[in-house]
Every structure is written in structure tokens, then in C-alpha cells.
């Protein structure tokens, strides 16, 4: 069965600080790849998604993330986080033999000012 | 405006009875999924479906019913069978249904079940 899984359960940054959240997935085969979002109060969203050509794809908010095939690994990135930035976020595969997300445990970013 | 509405926000309920979640959606979507959210676990698939009168069951759906009578409405009842109910309970919706597809999200109903 696929499973994601997402190092950090917790992160704290300071304003200006440069993000990576860490996402690896177990299957093997061709998968589609999503960041998601969800702002305090607010509705789960799409950050950035990959499905395939260029690995490093650009997302909302100056977000991005890089696909490493061999690495099995969809890191999320941002050069410098703000304090709006505050947020749980989730990786999330779709195995294109599948239909189903599944998604990792999420990540809550708190970004202080 | 589109999107997908969850009723009621916030539910209680006393242990063992069955209780009625909905979820609508005017974004003429043909597939639906509903999600359990539980901290520190991530969303986990419950059912879903890709097209009226059909549904699948997700990672876990023991304990939990659905329906689909309607494009725009996908029902979950989270029964007295269900050990562990209190959690926040998300629907979302995908244009088809597939991996190729973003899923839009609802705001979620927490229910909390004594």
C-alpha cells in the first residue's frame, strides 16, 4: 500500500527565514504529487501539484517544490516564510494506477514575527 | 459563487446513534470523497465516488455509510458501529474522479460524539 510521510510534525521560523518541508512517498510506480494547505480557519487548498515534466514546479504564494524520482521525495520550499505563512501543510500521492489521495500526517508551520 | 458546503459546523452527539453529515457541492463535479481528519494523521480516505449511484469504500470505512442519489450530494452517516466517531469530517470533490484530478475541499464539520 502507498504511504507518505512528512519528517516534521512541527516547525517554528522566524519571519524571513527559508523553508523546506520534507515528504517522501513508498510506491513505486508513476504517481502524481500535491501540496496542500489549510490557513487557520480556512479550507484545505491546493498549494502546488506535480504531474509531470519539469520536477521543480512553482505554486501559489512563492512556494515550490522539487520532485527526485530516485529519491522518491517532494520536498516543499520557500526562500523566505511570513508570518501569513502560518499553516498545516500536507503531502498528498495519487498513484496513476489509483484513485485515491493518500495523504502524509501534515506539517504545522507556526512562522513568528 | 462555487463550492462545496459542509452542514452543520460543529455537531454533538450522544453514543450510539447514527448520525447525518452533509456535503453539497454546485461545482458540477462528478466525483465526491469524504476524509477523516485526526491530528497528527493526516486525512484519511473514508469513501468516495465518481459518479452517481456509485461508491467505493476508502482506507476506512467501517462504521461509516454513504450515498449518491445526486451529483451534488454525497451524504456520509457515521454510525453507532463506528468506535472511535469524534474526529473533523472533510468532503471534497474533483471534476472526474482519478489521480489526475485536484480535489476541492470543504470546510469540515467537527463532530464530537459522548
Known amino acids: 500500500a502507498q504511504s507518505v510521510s512528512q519528517h516534521n510534525h512541527h516547525v517554528i521560523l522566524s519571519e524571513a527565514a527559508s523553508l523546506e518541508l520534507g515528504c517522501n512517498y513508498s510506491y513505486g510506480g508513476t504517481v502524481n504529487l500535491f501540496w496542500y494547505v489549510q490557513y487557520p480557519g480556512q479550507h484545505l487548498q491546493l498549494l502546488l501539484k506535480?504531474?509531470?515534466?519539469?520536477?521543480l514546479v512553482k505554486g501559489i504564494k512563492g512556494f515550490e517544490a522539487e520532485f527526485i524520482k530516485s529519491k522518491f521525495s517532494f520536498n516543499l520550499r520557500k526562500p523566505s516564510v511570513q508570518w501569513s505563512d502560518t499553516a498545516e501543510y500536507f503531502c498528498a500521492v495519487n498513484a496513476l494506477n489509483g484513485n485515491k489521495l493518500v495523504f502524509g500526517a501534515g506539517t504545522i508551520l507556526r512562522v513568528k514575527s | 459563487d462555487g463550492g462545496i458546503t459542509q452542514s452543520p459546523k460543529y455537531l454533538f452527539r450522544k453514543e450510539g446513534q447514527n448520525v447525518t453529515l452533509s456535503c453539497e457541492q454546485n461545482?458540477?463535479?462528478?466525483?465526491m470523497y469524504w476524509y477523516r481528519q485526526d491530528p497528527g494523521q493526516g486525512l484519511r480516505l473514508i469513501y468516495y465516488s465518481q459518479i452517481v449511484n456509485d461508491f467505493q469504500k476508502g482506507d476506512i470505512a467501517e462504521g461509516y455509510s454513504v450515498s449518491r442519489e445526486k451529483k451534488e450530494s454525497f451524504p456520509l452517516t457515521v454510525t453507532s458501529a463506528q468506535k472511535n466517531p469524534t474526529a473533523f469530517y472533510l468532503c471534497?470533490?474533483?471534476?472526474?474522479?482519478?489521480?489526475?484530478?485536484?480535489?476541492?475541499f470543504g470546510p469540515g464539520t467537527r463532530l464530537t460524539v459522548t
Open positions: 471534497a470533490s474533483s471534476i472526474y474522479g482519478g489521480p489526475s484530478y485536484e480535489q476541492y
Open positions: 461545482l458540477n463535479h462528478d466525483a
Open positions: 506535480y504531474f509531470s515534466g519539469d520536477p
